[in-house]
């Protein structure tokens, strides 16, 4: 029997099948969630379970190399590679996250266009050399979210009444990022402001979490200003509202704070997926129905707007900054 939850338990099954009705039943959904809560989760998402089961391995393989070697791939300055506990600290925070991750990208090679161009966070991958397994199985995992994400927002669309196809072209070149996340058990005598994660909203468009039966998600539920939990659910992806869809929907949908406290005594692992825009794709909220009347936020480019965020989030973009070498 699934955990009780709060938060909507959305069956995707028709969707990934092609089923029409489907699209609509579970867009109405979707719609309902993201302008109440802005979480869900979704069972039946069509990632094979070997997949998953691939990247989950190799997650907790090169977590335990000693640090040292996982330095090896330190995190570079297109956001990939690995980020040691301390890097990451989010807005408001009093202390870092007490995590460690490693971060994918779009695979792309140094004569590609955008990368020959200078485009922020394009380019390949920074793969350790010391663990030739990570890239077939987090890569398979990384290409097979993204087609769930890509009938994701098929199903967003429908809910806002716009054509199912409205985000593709949007997503030609996606700035999808994938990272495997590591939470040591926070030590018995951490404070109130120690948090695997503190209280953040996401940057980009859609996020889908694959999280283990560990547990620690909490969402802040904006009706009556409390945190609950989002329990792990087996054969499902918890997935949030970012910033970019709440400009989008002129904040009819909800980008909603959420947390990680790993008070478990045990390690916690997470794989999170941002499905994000290309680049330069325009954020308009004119485009989903928006009045001029209405208008909260001007068009921003959505590579610029996540930029800006990581940025301000991650300790190794700061020190870049002042050398001023941030691309």
Same mark, same amino acid.
């Given at each position: 029997?699934?955990?009780?939850?709060?938060?909507?338990?959305?069956?995707?099954?028709?969707?990934?099948?092609?089923?029409?009705?489907?699209?609509?039943?579970?867009?109405?959904?979707?719609?309902?969630?993201?302008?109440?809560?802005?979480?869900?989760?979704?069972?039946?998402?069509?990632?094979?379970?070997?997949?998953?089961?691939?990247?989950?391995?190799?997650?907790?393989?090169?977590?335990?190399?000693?640090?040292?070697?996982?330095?090896?791939?330190?995190?570079?300055?297109?956001?990939?590679?690995?980020?040691?506990?301390?890097?990451?600290?989010?807005?408001?925070?009093?202390?870092?996250?007490?995590?460690?991750?490693?971060?994918?990208?779009?695979?792309?090679?140094?004569?590609?266009?955008?990368?020959?161009?200078?485009?922020?966070?394009?380019?390949?991958?920074?793969?350790?050399?010391?663990?030739?397994?990570?890239?077939?199985?987090?890569?398979?995992?990384?290409?097979?979210?993204?087609?769930?994400?890509?009938?994701?927002?098929?199903?967003?669309?429908?809910?806002?009444?716009?054509?199912?196809?409205?985000?593709?072209?949007?997503?030609?070149?996606?700035?999808?990022?994938?990272?495997?996340?590591?939470?040591?058990?926070?030590?018995?005598?951490?404070?109130?402001?120690?948090?695997?994660?503190?209280?953040?909203?996401?940057?980009?468009?859609? =996020?889908?979490?694959?999280?283990?039966?560990?547990?620690?998600?909490?969402?802040?539920?904006?009706?009556?200003? =409390?945190?609950?939990?989002?329990?792990?659910?087996?054969?499902?992806?918890?997935?949030?509202?970012?910033?970019?869809?709440?400009?989008?929907?002129?904040?009819?949908?909800?980008?909603?704070?959420?947390?990680?406290?790993?008070?478990?005594?045990?390690?916690?692992?997470?794989?999170? =997926?941002?499905?994000?825009?290309?680049?330069?794709?325009?954020?308009?909220?004119?485009?989903?129905?928006?009045?001029?009347?209405?208008?909260?936020?001007?068009?921003?480019?959505?590579?610029?707007?996540?930029?800006?965020?990581?940025?301000?989030?991650?300790?190794?973009?700061?020190?870049?900054?002042?050398?001023? =070498?941030?691309?």
């Amino acid at each position: 029997m699934p955990p009780v939850t709060r938060i909507p338990i959305i069956d995707f099954a028709g969707v990934r099948a092609g089923d029409p009705a489907a699209l609509q039943r579970v867009g109405r959904e979707i719609h309902d969630a993201c302008t109440t809560i802005g979480f869900f989760y979704i069972v039946n998402h069509g990632v094979p379970q070997a997949v998953i089961d691939a990247a989950e391995h190799v997650a907790r393989s090169f977590f335990a190399y000693p640090v040292e070697t996982k330095r090896r791939v330190a995190v570079n300055q297109r956001h990939r590679g690995f980020n040691a506990l301390g890097d990451a600290t989010m807005y408001q925070a009093k202390r870092p996250d007490y995590k460690e991750f490693f971060s994918v990208g779009l695979e792309l090679l140094e004569d590609d266009p955008d990368v020959l161009a200078g485009q922020a966070l394009r380019g390949p991958n920074n793969w350790p050399d010391f663990m030739p397994a990570l890239r077939p199985a987090l890569y398979g995992y990384y290409e097979a979210v993204a087609s769930c994400g890509a009938d994701l927002l098929r199903a967003v669309a429908a809910g806002l009444g716009v054509d199912e196809q409205f985000f593709a072209p949007r997503y030609t070149k996606r700035m999808q990022r994938t990272q495997m996340v590591y939470y040591p058990p926070q030590p018995p005598q951490s404070d109130a402001g120690q948090f695997g994660v503190a209280p953040h909203t996401d940057y980009g468009c859609i =996020t889908l979490l694959w999280q283990d039966q560990v547990g620690g998600l909490q969402v802040r539920e904006i009706a009556n200003d =409390t945190w609950v939990d989002a329990p792990p659910v087996p054969g499902s992806f918890v997935v949030n509202v970012g910033d970019l869809l709440a400009r989008w929907t002129n904040d009819r949908f909800r980008s909603t704070l959420h947390r990680v406290i790993n008070a478990s005594g045990r390690e916690r692992y997470s794989i999170a =997926t941002f499905y994000d825009p290309t680049y330069g794709a325009l954020v308009d909220p004119r485009e989903l129905g928006t009045s001029e009347a209405d208008l909260k936020y001007q068009p921003v480019a959505a590579g610029d707007y996540i930029l800006g965020r990581i940025n301000d989030s991650m300790g190794y973009r700061k020190k870049l900054a002042v050398q001023g =070498t941030t691309a």
